[in-house]
């Protein structure tokens, strides 16, 4: 069995200056399953560094249509286009999204990238819609999408079987809800945001952004059971203590594995 390996290629919220936003690939032998892909065109140095070669994604999901997690696909449209009309990339590039998101990816590709480049679009580049509790076949994984029922904007989160039988939820970037419950209980990898630190939430004010803060995601995979917990989607203002902070307060509140990762960060699943 090939191993199953996550890569976090950022783990900072919206406005982080010292590490990247938060997205992660997911690879399985020689290729790579993208879930959302930052702010702009550092997506690009962020694969460069992990050492992921474009030619080697042909899955993405995008999540939802916050600049953060948007922007970067739209470099990957114009430079995976760049490298299909050079004959540099083989097969199909395929995006999976709810419908309304599509929409709006189809809207800033239009007024931002050469018309060469976009009339890839269904040629090769096929941006796929999917609905609330619809499962997809995606790089070999049954991905069962859910919406997260967002108060800000529509996003959708998944929850799949890795090859080795462990259950993997990504809740996108907001707080675990209630309906979300059959697709996160006894989650062997459950992935959840987490603002800031409780003590400075009055710093941060992750409660009026619709975030969490390190006690109230780890009350969340605690009381879900979850083995492994990921933080991320934080504030970037004590990176180097970060892991240590984070560990501390989350480990009073969560009694699995708890993990604070860096950018670039490497974890077998």
């Known amino acids: ?74 470099w990957l449209i114009r430079m995976i286009a760049t490298k299909m009309k050079k004959g540099q990339y083989e097969g199909n590039l395929n995006i999976y999204c709810h419908a309304d998101l599509k929409d709006i990816i189809l ?5 931002t990238v050469q018309d060469k480049f976009f009339k890839m679009i269904g040629e090769r580049i096929f941006i796929n819609p999917v609905e609330d509790q619809e499962v997809r076949k995606v790089m070999g994984y049954e991905l069962t999408f859910f919406d997260i029922h967002s108060t800000k904007a529509k996003q959708f989160g998944f929850t799949m079987r890795l090859m080795n039988g462990k259950k993997f939820t990504f809740l996108g970037d907001e707080p675990y809800q209630e309906h979300e419950h059959e697709y996160a209980v006894d989650a062997d990898w459950l992935l959840h945001e987490a603002f800031c630190l409780y003590r400075d939430r009055d710093i941060y004010k992750p409660y009026e952004k619709h975030h969490t803060t390190v006690k109230e995601a780890c009350e969340h995979a605690e009381e879900l059971r979850a083995k492994n917990l990921i933080l991320y989607h934080t504030e970037d203002k004590n990176l180097a203590d970060r892991r240590k902070l984070y560990t501390e307060e989350g480990q009073q509140y969560y009694h699995g594995n708890l993990i604070v990762p860096d950018d670039l960060d490497r974890i077998l699943l």
């Open 107 to 111: 809207t800033i590709t239009k007024l």
């Open 1 to 74: 069995m090939k191993e199953e390996t996550l890569i976090l290629l950022g783990t900072g919220n919206a406005t982080v200056t010292r590490c990247f936003n938060t997205c992660f690939a997911i690879k399985r032998g020689e290729e790579y399953f993208l879930v959302d892909t930052g702010g702009g065109n550092g997506i690009m140095t962020q694969l460069e560094k992990a050492n992921i070669p474009m030619e080697s994604i042909h899955e993405i999901f995008m999540s939802h249509e916050h600049t953060d997690h948007l922007l970067g696909l739209i």
